[in-house]
């Protein structure tokens, strides 16, 4: 009996762990895939005998949808975009910390991370001001310097622009104590030594630091990469997709059609396609990482 105890002890710690992600992961992403082969709306879900299996039909339309293909569009300009800049904004602070002897770069820390933990809708309507074409204080500032005001959320591209530089400065905190925890792991003995050796802080940066942040510069560009990929609250408070749907997310697409349209069928095979994306994209990743590893060693 103790024997049998001390084998199976390790699946009672893990099991809730594996329950929760049965319930709230896997079992969605099943009943997704179904509803995706069905015409399933609001009538169906009050009737199960309302939901007809139609089979790629829904995967038919979306490629032939406009809006979705200009959703993924809008989605790829903002990863192209939002992805680099995340990534570089984030080490570029976290260098500038790490770096400094001066006192206030610690206090830093707390005002480039405090707009990740800041309500997304509180921080939406305060830039919705900030981007407000008439009184907005980004315009007032471009007017001291006889510059005309720019259409923030009216125009189809500035209305992209002005979403990712939102998502940017509420995104760079997290990933700034991502990057100054790698930073502080490294071994000062091999500053000390490349000191000795007359290296400047330039090589020292290049040779030293950066190469020793590869794995925490991995693991953003993933998490990052997966949040662009999915990136939703942004349009869904500041433009609800507009204009003309310049602004409209993959996942703003999905949601629309899900909850606002009730197509639940076309919106289940909308997400299906935004899954095999990001897990193709991230396995890629993955590949890339790994072939790079083979060839330092």
């Not at 680099?84 to 260098?95: D, M, T």
């Not at 000191?195 to 510069?217: E, V």
């Not at 953003?220 to 942004?234: H, N, P, Y």
């Amino acid at each position: 009996m103790k024997a049998f105890l001390n084998r199976k002890t390790p699946y009672f710690f893990i099991a809730p762990a594996l329950t929760l992600l049965l319930l709230f992961s896997l079992l969605p992403i099943f009943l997704a895939i179904f509803m995706s082969f069905t015409d399933m709306d609001l009538l169906g879900l009050a009737d199960y005998s309302n939901i007809s299996f139609i089979g790629f039909e829904n995967y038919v339309n979306l490629f032939k949808d406009p809006q979705f293909l200009q959703a993924l569009g809008n989605t790829a300009f903002y990863v192209i975009i939002g992805v680099p800049l995340v990534i570089v904004c984030s080490l570029g602070i976290a260098l500038l910390i790490n770096f400094s002897d001066a006192r206030i770069f610690r206090f830093f820390r707390l005002i480039f991370y405090a707009p990740s933990i800041t309500n997304v809708v509180a921080v939406s309507v305060v830039w919705l001001y900030l981007y407000n074409p008439s009184f907005g204080l980004l315009n007032y500032i471009l007017s001291f310097f006889d510059l005309g005001p720019v259409p923030w959320l009216q125009d189809p591209t500035m209305a992209k622009i002005s979403l990712i530089i939102l998502a940017l400065w509420r995104a760079i905190g997290v990933n700034m104590l991502i990057f100054l925890a790698a930073l502080q792991g490294i071994p000062k003995e091999y500053y000390e030594a490349a000191a000795i050796d007359g290296a400047n802080k330039w090589n020292r940066l290049i040779n030293i630091t950066i190469p020793s942040l590869r794995f925490a510069t991995f693991f953003v560009m993933i998490t990052t990469l997966i949040a662009w990929l999915q990136f939703f609250e942004e349009p869904f408070i500041m433009t609800q997709g507009g204009p003309v749907g310049s602004t409209t997310s993959a996942a703003l697409f999905i949601y629309q059609n899900g909850f606002q349209l009730n197509k639940f069928g076309y919106a289940s095979a909308g997400s299906i396609v935004l899954f095999i994306i990001i897990i193709t994209i991230t396995i890629i990743q993955f590949k890339f990482q790994q072939r790079h590893d083979d060839n330092a060693i």
